[in-house]
């Protein structure tokens, strides 16, 4: 699949796991983490916060292919499981 192909199916960028997936898919691709970020600014539409969190807060430069998740998202994820479990078992007894 070629690049444009690919940035066409992944342009909307709206949530971090949706920019973690897209950035490190050109990461693999062999491009530098600045040319990354720049591929992703202009061809890609991003949400305010994934701009904020990930641009704008420098992010996007500790975003590494090797990592299944980044450690913010495992935080974010982690506490949704948690606060759903705790509403289950709330709503058991």
């Known amino acids: 699949m070629?690049?444009?192909?690919?940035?066409?199916q992944n342009k909307?960028?709206?949530?971090?796991f949706t920019f973690d997936k897209v950035f490190k898919s050109l990461l693999l691709q062999?491009?530098?983490h600045e040319e990354a970020?720049?591929?992703i600014l202009?061809?890609?539409h991003l949400s305010a916060i994934t701009f904020q969190e990930r641009i704008e807060n420098g992010f996007y430069k500790k975003i590494n292919v090797d990592d299944e998740i980044s450690?913010?998202?495992k935080k974010m994820r982690?506490?949704?499981y948690n606060s759903t479990v705790a509403k289950l078992k709330h709503n058991l007894n």
């Open 30 to 32: 062999d491009y530098s």
């Open 12 to 16: 909307k960028c709206y949530d971090r």
């Open 78 to 80: 982690n506490e949704i």
């Open 71 to 73: 450690e913010d998202l």
């Open 42 to 44: 202009f061809n890609c």
């Open 37 to 39: 970020k720049d591929i």
């Open 2 to 8: 070629s690049i444009e192909d690919f940035l066409e």
